[in-house]
């Protein structure tokens, strides 16, 4: 019967309105169901449940499209307004609002010419927000102490930025891993940026100095997760210098914009980093030989300086030859002056003496010259001692504190050193646990093989083991039949004796011994 006919009078059969849309979206579903899409994208709304709502347009008409959370963190490119792309789903209807839409499940861009026009608005925009600033961009590190490495760590990339650096200046490379193509390649790389801006100083890991996005070439699709607007803002904020070493040196992508410097290949960014060893060395070479050069000029220009002026003044002996000569002169006059000074004295105080007063006063006078010279010294001596003392006090604090430091760097060596012991101790501990733990499980199963594969087992599923005499195993009729006597063993180590059919008679016993009654 066609829903859609209408048949007049009252025999028309009467829908509700939800048996209608459900017979639409059927035939809908049925009709289209799984369907390729192209045009432009219009209105892009995210909201809070994951859900991506977006239009489908071209010059003519307008497709409403979804794409569920789940699918949404799947897809390869994220719609974006103005993007021309093929979308690829299924045609369904929603009945809340009579509308048909399109269920997308993946999208890919209509085109290397719709990738390059997205790519160019994207650079213009983060142009426009100082991203790509020359100013913001700070010289990389002379000798950087620790390098961090964004890129796959299964790829050919890392062997030869490794190779590069062992080669030219070998350093600390710490390696974050990461997908350098796919959906998950972008926020990895955005995350691993951050990560490495993120590390204390002084931390368990070591802070890189500088850090190398790195990735070989590649077709424009497969170094996407490079242009994406995360991975750019996440170069633009890093406070560590960044290398971009993305593709060959004719790809170009917005990381490169963004970093502090692009290098056109992996192994040049590595080239970039480090100066080489050897040239470093002889320029220290040759800085050190023009120091010793300039050092040498600074003392050896003053001292021929001084040997100049020295010619100049004459010699120093015919300067003082004058009163060399003068002084002789008058120190053969001096000892006949002296004695003639004497002897006038002493007339004087033989013909007029010294009153006695006066030579009290003379006594007295330099009695207190000598009283305040005493004085004086003691207090001389007293302030030399003080300082003496506050010297030594002030070098007893210095021992002290170098003793208390090396004292607590000793401390802290031997904590060190006992959590080692302590560390290794347990290791030990376990290893030899888990060594004993190996021994007895071997052990154990040997045993239970020993058991599996021993005669006790066999006697125990109703076998026995014939022996002769001496504990000989028999194995065949044939010797049975040459015993007199054999002995049955069975299970749990029980033994029984018999004579087997056709045994040869018994011998007879010794004539002196007792005749002993046989079991048969």
Known sequence: MDLLEDAPGSNAHEFTVSELSGAVKRSLEDQFGRVRVRGEIGRVSRPSSGHLYFDLKDDRSVLAAVTWKGQAAKLAQRPEEGMEVIATGRITTFPGQSKYQLIVDQIEPAGLGALMAMLEKRR?????????????????????????????PSGAVI?????????????????????????????QVAAAIRGFNDLAVGGPIPRPDLLIVARGGGSLEDLWGFNEEAVVRAAAESRIPLISAVGHETDTTLIDFASYRRAPTPTAA?????????????????????LTRCATVHVERPRQRLRDLARALGRPAALTEGARQRLDLWAGRLDPALQGLIRARRHQLAVRPMPVALLRRFMDGKGHTLHRLEHRLDAAATRRLERRRDRMTALQERLDASLARVMATTRRAITVQDQRLADLSRRLDLAVQRAVRS?????????????????????????????????????SIEDARHHARLELQFANDQKLPVRPEGAPPRQSRKPRQPEQKSLF
Not at 270 to 290: C, F, H, K, N, T
């Open 124 to 152: 213009q925009a983060l142009a426009a927000e100082g991203l790509f600033d020359e100013g913001r961009k700070r010289p990389l590190p002379a000798l950087p102490r620790v390098i961090g490495v964004v890129t796959s």
């Open 159 to 187: 062997r030869d930025i490794l190779h590069r650096l062992r080669e030219r200046f070998p350093t600390r490379v710490v390696i974050w891993p990461v997908a350098v193509q796919g959906e998950g390649c972008a926020p």
């Open 270 to 290: 590595a080239e970039m980093a480090v100066p080489v060893l050897a040239d470093l060395a002889a320029r220290l070479a040759e800085s050190q030989a023009r």
């Open 439 to 475: 021994r007895n499980d071997a052990l154990q199963r040997v045993d239970r093989m020993r058991q599996s594969l021993g005669h006790e087992e066999t006697l125990k599923r109703g076998f026995v083991i014939v022996r002769g005499p001496e504990d000989s195993v028999i194995t």
